[in-house]
């Protein structure tokens, strides 16, 4: 077919589809936008009723946890009495330890007459003790054995009595001080 149409004609023509494309691309960018705007308002509302109902639910909670602050606070006071509870048994002596390590020490003719044992006998305090044995030489052996171990320091005799002993059968009488360890009661 021949275009018998005027050269103005065509133009205004051309110009024509081109208005209609522009009017069809704005009236998309319109819908466009509108959608976006749309999806951003839902959006907003629905983070606004979720934020507000987090909130109740956050007030209602505290509510609950006020309920339970009383119990909160007697576990820390329960908790705070067991650490004390803790440091009073670790500083705990066992008098039972500390006289089977010295009966593991004694030798076969020696017997203890006096031991004086305190709370500060574990502190590092001199400890006194009356010893009877069958000799002097297992008096001797004691003292060694005391002073072999670890359980004891600064053991020393302050009296040695080979006759005139008060127990029948041990006339050697020796009055000796010692420090205990705090391992011995542990």
């Known amino acids: 077919m021949i275009n018998l149409l005027p050269i103005d004609k ?9 208005n209609l494309m522009l009017v069809r691309y704005i009236a998309v960018l319109v ?4 959608f976006i705007l749309g999806s951003m308002y839902v959006t907003y509302t629905v983070l ?14 505290d509510v609950k946890a006020g309920v339970y602050s009383t119990t909160e606070s007697q576990v820390a006071a329960l908790s705070a009495s067991l650490a004390q509870t803790k440091t009073l048994l670790d ?5 039972s330890k500390v006289f089977v390590n010295i ?6 003719g020696a017997v203890f007459g006096k031991l004086d044992l305190s709370s500060a006998s ?37 009296t040695i009595v080979e ?11 020796v009055d000796m001080t010692f420090t205990i360890n705090r391992t011995a009661a542990q």
């Not at 574990?122 to 069958?134: E, I, M, R």
């Open 91 to 95: 500083q705990e002596v066992r008098y």
């Open 103 to 108: 009966a593991q020490l004694m030798p076969s």
């Open 48 to 61: 606004g009723l979720t934020k507000s109902s987090s909130e109740k639910i956050i007030a209602s909670n």
């Open 122 to 158: 574990f502190s590092g305090a001199p400890t006194n003790a009356k010893v009877y044995a069958k000799t002097s030489a297992e008096a001797v052996t004691l003292r060694q054995n005391f002073e072999k171990s670890t359980l004891f320091s600064g053991v020393s005799f302050q």
């Open 163 to 173: 006759s005139g002993s008060s127990v029948d059968g041990y006339p050697v009488s």
């Open 10 to 18: 065509k133009a205004e023509i051309r110009a024509a589809r081109t």
């Open 31 to 34: 819908l466009a936008t509108s």
